[in-house]
Every structure is written in C-alpha cells, then in structure tokens.
C-alpha cells in the first residue's frame, strides 16, 4: 500500500529532523514503507530505490536504528533514520546530521513498582509519586519512550540500566527533553541529547530523541 501524501512530514526544530506519523488507518503501508517514502521524499529518489538495512553493522543483530544503505547523501555520508510502530501508529524519522532514534509506548495505568524501579530514575519516580493515575501514566510512558529511542539512536553499546538515566520532567519541559543525570559512560556526550516528543493518536507516547 502506497503512503498517503497528504501525511505532511514534521520538521524538529533546527535539527534537520523530518517526522512523519501515520495512524488510525485500517491498512496502514506498514512501518518499513512509511520510513522509505520519507527517506525517498527527503533525498529525492524513487521510494524503490531506498535500501533498509535492519541488521546491527557490528553485530549482526536486529536492535537500535535503521541504516539507510542507500541514498548515502551528497557528500558520501550514511543518512540517519528509524521507525516504530505501535497498534495502528507509525512513527518514521530522518535526518542527515544527527543520529536519532525512534519510540512508541502504551499509556499504561497500572505499571508496578518492579518495572518503575528497572525503567525509572529515583528522581522520575518521585515527580510520579505526586500526580493523579492519569499523569503519572502519560508521564511513566512519555519518560520510558525518551529511554528507549535513547537506546534505539545509541544502536550497539554497553548495556545501560535505563534506572541510570533521569530524564527531564514532560509535563514541565514543553515536550523537548533534556538528560538531567547522565552516566559516566556517556562521558559530556549526554548534553547534547534532546527528546522531541511527537503527537500520535490514542494512549500513546512517542518521542525521537536525537544526538548532538
């Protein structure tokens, strides 16, 4: 199935970051056709000409972003993209300056305090502790979204407990994320993350987070 044109992509700021969202369609094109017309319109190459690659450069694996194998852009370099989906939701992003990484999550009300203890920060969990069931929901997600694009953008890497990681608050940062305590293994790098939460239909929570 064709992407529907009239799907006008997002631009994130100064970033260089096209975002496309794709949602509530019965036969929705499916998450590799979205992020393909997407590269394809921002290189301006036919969609069939775009190559995917899934599989991690290092590892083989199938985990973190997207690589776009071709178009490479002007001057040799890789563009950068990814992709998540969700029910009936799309979230496609990319950019030829900054890795990114892409994430989609459940509005949850019940979450339990074993996964907020592995997902979030003491700092998260406290903001949380304050807010009605309907908050801390849109909250825990928006939060554990920014987490899991962080994850998707830094591809092959140490393991990093997510707990480590305290995010700045989304209710109180207009959806433009900042990293508040970093981990050594991130060295200075972590200042210069930001989180674009992206609107989508429904109860979820979607976010790109993007690098430098």
């Known amino acids: 199935m064709d992407v529907n044109p009239d799907d006008e992509p997002i631009e994130l700021g100064q970033t260089g970051v096209r975002v496309r969202v794709v949602a509530g369609s019965r036969r929705h094109p499916g998450a590799d056709a979205v992020l393909r017309a997407l590269v394809a319109e921002t290189a301006a190459v036919p969609a069939g000409d775009v190559e995917l690659v899934h599989a ?4 083989g694996a199938r985990h973190g972003r997207v690589t776009v194998a071709y178009p490479l852009t002007a001057s040799g370099s890789p563009r950068y993209a990814d992709v998540a989906i969700h029910g009936d939701a799309i979230v496609a992003a990319t950019g030829t300056r900054h890795p990114l990484g892409v994430a989609v999550e ?9 996964i907020d203890e592995a997902a979030l920060h003491p700092d998260e969990r406290a903001a949380l502790r304050g807010l009605d069931a309907d ?3 849109l909250a825990r997600a928006t939060l554990w979204a920014r987490k899991t694009a962080l994850l998707r953008a830094l591809g092959h890497s140490d393991f990093i407990e997510p707990s480590r990681l305290a995010i700045s608050d989304p209710r109180l940062d207009g959806g433009v994320g900042r990293i508040e305590r970093g981990v050594p293994e991130f060295g200075s790098f972590w200042r210069d993350v930001v989180f ?14 993007v690098i430098g």
């Open 196 to 209: 674009h939460d992206v609107a989508v239909p429904g109860r979820r929570a979607a976010t790109v987070a």
């Open 56 to 59: 991690c450069e290092r590892c």
């Open 106 to 114: 459940p509005v949850a009300l019940a979450a339990g305090a074993v």
């Open 135 to 137: 908050e801390a929901a």
